[in-house]
């Protein structure tokens, strides 16, 4: 069955400071991957999404990721952290359940970005 | 126009009471889901619909039920509450069929919360 890792639960980080959030799936095919992310009291937001080419996709609001076969990780980053970025970041990879497919997602990491 | 509603976005009620939460799309898409979001913020598929046909349900006690009267809307009907149905309940659309994966989007959430 199709999983997702997110190792850290929880970062911290300076503002202005970069920002990598680790992500592993596990996947037999090609995966198509996602990134969201929740702020306080929200809903999801999709970020950015991977579904095959440029293994390097560019999101919303500076945050890019990049998809690695050999070591089943799509990293999401950004090279300036705002204040605003604080919030719970989600990677999901696409499964099937039988002839439907759906979002499996991993734990979620929390984010702080300290001033 | 947002995309995906869903009301209440707070349900605060008692054990053994029946409720309902509401979801409506307006992005034209064919498939929709409930996901539940526990207090550790994971977050688990529980149905999914597509053109109103039950096409995924996870193991979800039979006290849960969708219904899907059309395309744009995803009704979540729960009776006999208990206090471990508190929880965040998203919403979400896509349009399946397009062969690139399952962009999901997702309504801002209900919590419900079980006294």
């Known amino acids: 069955a199709q999983s997702v890792t997110q190792p850290d639960i929880h970062i911290t980080v300076s503002e202005g400071a970069s920002l990598e959030l680790r992500c592993n799936y596990s996947?037999?095919?090609?995966?198509?991957l996602f990134w969201y992310v929740q702020s306080p009291g929200q809903g999801l937001q999709l970020l950015l999404k991977?579904?095959?080419?440029?293994?390097l996709v560019q999101g919303i609001k500076g945050f890019e990721a990049e998809f690695k076969r050999s070591q089943s990780s799509f990293n999401l980053r950004k090279p300036s952290v705002h204040w605003s970025d604080a919030a719970e970041y989600f990677c999901?990879?696409?499964?099937?359940?039988?002839?439907?497919?759906?979002?499996?997602f991993g734990s979620g990491t929390q984010l702080t970005v300290l001033p | 126009d947002t995309a995906v509603s869903q009301t209440p976005k707070y349900l605060v009620t008692q054990m053994g009471n029946d409720k309902s939460i509401k979801c409506e799309q307006n992005?034209?898409?064919?498939?929709m889901y409930w996901y539940k979001q526990d207090s550790k913020k994971f977050l688990k598929i529980m149905f999914s619909?597509?053109?109103?046909?039950?096409?995924i349900n996870e193991t979800v006690p039979n006290r849960f039920s969708p219904k899907s009267p059309d395309k744009a809307h995803l009704n979540l009907h729960i009776n006999s509450l208990e206090l471990g149905d508190s929880a965040v309940y998203f919403c979400?659309?896509?349009?399946?069929?397009?062969?690139?994966?399952?962009?999901?989007?997702f309504g801002p959430g209900t919590r419900l919360t079980v006294t």
């Open positions: 979400a659309s896509s349009q399946a069929g397009r062969g690139q994966g399952n962009e999901q989007y």
């Open positions: 996947y037999g095919a090609t995966p198509y």
């Open positions: 991977y579904f095959s080419g440029d293994t």
């Open positions: 999901a990879v696409v499964s099937t359940s039988g002839s439907a497919r759906q979002l499996t």
């Open positions: 992005l034209g898409h064919d498939t």
């Open positions: 619909y597509n053109n109103k046909e039950l096409i």
